[in-house]
């Protein structure tokens, strides 16, 4: 077996160029223009999310007494802001002391009419604090920090109890 280089040769006298079908040339240019032109990604309505914070809706010692609460305060909180625009999600930070809920608006502009119409309006006999979340704090980690000692006390005389 002997291995060579490969010779690229003109068969014939001429150069005969390849033919190229219009219709398949077309459809390239068309597909061309598609992928590089405007072509609709300026129609559709730039939408930019966006979470408000919901501040004193609740305290936290009346989550942990009724398990029925946070289901009850997610779902009025949802039908609240469903009225304003559409929301990806309610979240409950049941262990925050300023009893926060945070609502996910897929729209900035729905946001910031649930801010106008929910800062400042009472909520279970106490006035709800609304802004925006500016994303610096995880507010779902915040935790009492007197309840939080009290709980680390605990488990600790129950670990030296043994």
């Given amino acids: 077996m002997s291995v060579s ?18 219709k398949k040339k077309k459809k390239l240019k068309k597909v061309e223009d598609k992928m590089l032109g405007w072509g609709g990604r300026d129609d559709a309505k730039l939408s930019i999310p966006a979470t408000v914070i919901l ?4 305290f936290p010692a009346e989550i942990r007494a009724d398990e029925n609460l946070k289901p009850e305060l997610e779902a009025d909180v949802r039908e609240e802001c ?16 300023q009893g926060v809920v945070l609502v996910r608006f897929k729209d900035r502009k729905d946001a910031q009419k649930c801010i ?26 915040i935790r009492d920090i007197d309840a939080e000692v009290a709980r680390l006390e605990q488990f600790g005389a129950e670990l030296e109890a043994d």
């Fill in 82 to 97: 469903m009225k304003l625009g559409p929301i990806d999600s309610v979240k409950v930070c049941e262990n925050h002391p």
């Fill in 116 to 141: 106008d119409m929910m800062h400042g309006r009472w909520f279970g006999g106490r006035q709800v604090h609304a802004s925006e979340d500016d994303g610096s704090v995880n507010h779902a980690q």
């Fill in 55 to 58: 501040r004193n809706m609740f």
């Fill in 5 to 22: 280089p490969a010779k690229f040769e003109q068969k014939g006298e001429k150069f005969i160029a390849k033919q190229t079908d219009s």
